[in-house]
């Protein structure tokens, strides 16, 4: 094979580079629009110990979310990973469902997995747009969405009290 063969101009795919790029662009849009009709009430940052992959978090994350099923409570959740400044990934969670129980999750995941962060969800600082800004059409994109939330979440729903 010759050596010109081999070599790629690095814009020979810029036309589906683009197209991706947009695309990818219109999935957080409506991602964003869809999910800022939900009523997020907290906003996790999730860690794990050195050594824990992510397959492992995501078993943990859906053992919290288990639990609070079991007990009843209605829930909805979008589960992003996102890679810090370092190369530690992480998970950033919109979540509903919970009240102030929510607090015992901090001790539960330190004892598992790593530092629980938990915030009250305020849509005037960064909504939703800033925890979809992670989800695009690639096949590195990891992120979870409850796919069957919780109608009492729905921004609608709550207007009717």
């Not at 824990?52 to 589960?79: C, D, H, N, Q, W």
Request: charged letters at 30%; a neutral charge; aromatic letters at 14%.
């Amino acid at each position: 094979m010759s050596r010109s063969s081999e070599w790629k101009h690095p814009f020979d795919d810029i036309e589906e580079r683009i197209q991706s790029a947009l695309r990818s662009r219109q999935l957080r849009r409506d991602y964003d629009e869809w999910l800022s009709q939900i009523w997020w009430r907290w906003v996790l940052t999730l860690t794990w110990r050195p050594g824990m992959g992510v397959k492992r978090a995501k078993g943990l994350f859906a053992e919290v979310i288990e639990m609070y099923e079991r007990r009843g409570v209605p829930i909805s959740f979008l589960r992003v990973v996102e890679e810090g400044e370092l190369g530690k990934k992480h998970f950033h969670v919109l979540l509903s469902g919970p009240s102030y129980e929510i607090f015992e999750l901090e001790e539960w995941w330190l004892k598992r997995a790593g530092i629980c962060k938990i915030q009250r969800f305020a849509p005037t600082e960064n909504g939703v747009s800033y925890y979809v800004k992670s989800v695009d059409c690639s096949p590195d994109s990891d992120y979870d969405i409850d796919p069957q939330i919780a109608e009492c979440h729905r921004r609608s729903y709550l207007a009717q009290f």
